[in-house]
């Protein structure tokens, strides 16, 4: 099903039509699409558990992810210092 695209000030003002429709809606500001609208008649159950679920897989990404930041920082400082010391280097052979 295409979006429809309209622009944030005619999304504000129409909004309780968009929110009667069923049709999805593309936000745009200065033509580039900054979010969308998805209306959910009467799924709201299908809704929550939805939500739960994708919460539930953030939080496990954000735990899994925690460890693998770190790793990341530890890699990235030594990146600096060995770019570092060979520019020093680098410098030092320069006449």
Known sequence: MEATKVGIREFRSGLAEY?????????TR???TVGFFIP???QAGAVRAALKKAAADLDHLRVAGSEGAE???????????TRKLTADAGRRQAP
């Open 19 to 27: 929110i009667a429709s069923e049709t999805p809606v593309a936000i």
């Open 30 to 32: 200065h033509g580039q």
């Open 40 to 42: 959910t008649k009467g």
């Open 71 to 81: 790793t990341i920082a530890v890699d990235v400082k030594a990146g600096r210092k």
